[in-house]
């Protein structure tokens, strides 16, 4: 099965990079964290790639949702779960792939 460098990029005690099976659960869940960590229009070659900014309007459950489906289609729609809590001001998105 092929394999992909993992991120962040990693020597093993071997001395390879470190790499993820591809489709394994663990590269498709670094896949989204890549995807959910990018701002739109970060990636010139893809434009619209990426989570559209919160700023000013916070961390939008629905837009989490649509572009983990979007842009990840491995990682299915419905086992997509996205919680918004508040502490101080501050706003975390936790995604989790079943």
């Not at 649509?66 to 706003?91: C, I, K, L």
């Amino acid at each position: 099965m092929p394999r992909h460098l993992a991120f962040p990029f990693a020597v093993t005690a071997s001395g390879p990079l470190a790499a993820l099976a591809q489709d394994s659960d663990a590269e498709i869940g670094q896949s989204v964290g890549i995807l959910l960590a990018t701002p739109v229009g970060d990636r010139r070659c893809v434009p619209g790639y990426g989570l559209p900014d919160p700023l000013g309007r916070g961390a939008d459950v629905d837009t989490i949702a649509q572009t983990v489906s979007a842009w990840e289609p491995r990682a299915d729609a419905v086992a997509v779960a996205v919680s918004v809590t508040n502490a101080r001001g501050e706003q975390t998105a936790t995604v989790a792939l079943a």
